[in-house]
Structures are given as C-alpha cells and as structure tokens.
C-alpha cells in the first residue's frame, strides 16, 4: 500500500485555472461550519500544491489583511498560481455555490427557523465545525512546534495566552505583538533544520545505489 505524501515534502506541478476553480468549489461545498480544513486539505495534503510552511505563511498574511481569512486566501493563493486570473477564478469558486446555497437556506429557515429540530441540527454542525477547526489548527501548528525553538514559538504562545487566556481584545494583541514579530523575522530570522537537503541527499545516494 503506498505511503501517504508528506506534506513538507516538494509540491507538485502548477495548477491551471480550470483546476483552481474547481478545487475551490469543492472547498466551498464541502467546508460547513468553516473552509479552512477543507482548504488546507485539498491544498497540501491532496493536491500537494502547497507545503506545510507555505500554506502557513499564506495563511498568515490572509490574516493580516482586513477581510475574511478564507476569502483572502483564496485570492492569495489563485494569485500566485495565475496572477490575476487566478484570484478570480479561485474567488468565483470559493463564494459562488455557498452565494447560491445561503439564498437558498435564507428562504427555508425564514420559513421554518423556529422548528425545534433545526436548532439541534445546527448546534450539531457547531460542534463538528469546532472539531475540524480545532484539528486543522494543530496541524498547522505542528511543524512550528516541532523544529529547534527560537523567538516564533515565543510568538505563538504569547498570542495564545493573551487572546484564550488573559481575554484582551484580538486588535491589541495583534498591534503589539505583529511590530514585534516582524522585527524579529527582519534581524534575527529563525534557524531551520535542513530537513529538505536531508531528503535531497538521501534520494540522491538512493539513486546512486540503483545505478550501481
């Protein structure tokens, strides 16, 4: 049975814009409660158009412009694979259906919001969408937490504690700790394992080996 691929690992090819907009609207139709597991997913784990850093550092700029994260990345993304165009086409298809499934949904609830069932329903996809959220957040913390600690794990816990633990406002942790962090990311880069050169070499001596 063959090996599942590794996220860190080297991406695949470029995708087109008919592929980008496709994938997006599977995002889209699939991601109920949130897009974010949907996308990460279909972006590294299946497509392997992204590895786990770069899916990461895309992420993170998502969030730090005004909007919403998913959308933003969306037009991130489809702009680094097909300029313009891509963003376009990955925006189309990310808000396209749920545009679409939301009227729908607006009339229906209108019609039968107060139905005792429908909030049991949707306080059971409230609990599944905190689940996938909850899981798609440790997967993308796991390659941070797991290299040589330096000051980006310091930034990471220092945001973790003054939004879930202390309860200050988002705004403020981001003005103060963003200046920092950029800071450190400007005069001290991180140090990384040489993860990618290690593999290299190992496939070049396994190469070697079958020639011989």
């Known amino acids: 049975m063959p090996e599942p691929a590794d996220p860190s690992s080297a991406i695949s090819g470029m995708p087109s814009l008919g592929e980008l907009f496709i994938s997006f609207v599977v995002v889209s139709v699939s991601g109920f409660g949130g897009a974010l597991p949907w996308a ?4 590294v784990e299946q497509k392997r158009w992204m590895t786990t850093e770069e899916f990461n550092e895309a992420f993170a700029l998502a969030q ?21 165009a891509g963003a376009a086409v990955a925006l189309a298809g990310l808000m396209g259906p749920p545009l679409v499934i939301v009227t729908v949904l607006a009339v229906l609830y209108a ?18 969408a905190t689940g996938l959220l909850i899981a798609v957040v440790g997967k993308m913390a ?25 309860r200050w406002p988002l705004p403020w942790v981001f003005v103060v700790l963003a200046p920092v962090a950029v800071a450190l990311a400007w ?3 991180a140090k990384k394992f040489p993860t990618e050169a290690i593999k290299a070499t190992k496939a070049t001596k396994a190469t070697e080996a079958i020639e011989r």
């Open 142 to 166: 796991l390659p941070l937490f797991t290299k040589r600690w330096s000051w980006p794990q310091a930034i990471a816990i220092l945001a973790f504690a003054g939004v879930a633990i202390m």
């Open 187 to 189: 005069f001290k880069p």
């Open 64 to 84: 730090f412009l005004p909007g919403p994260n998913v959308v933003n990345f969306s037009v991130v993304f489809g702009s680094r694979f097909g300029g313009a």
């Open 111 to 128: 019609q039968f919001g107060d139905l005792e069932i429908l909030g049991r329903i949707l306080t059971g996809i409230t609990a599944a």
């Open 40 to 43: 990460r997913r279909m972006i």
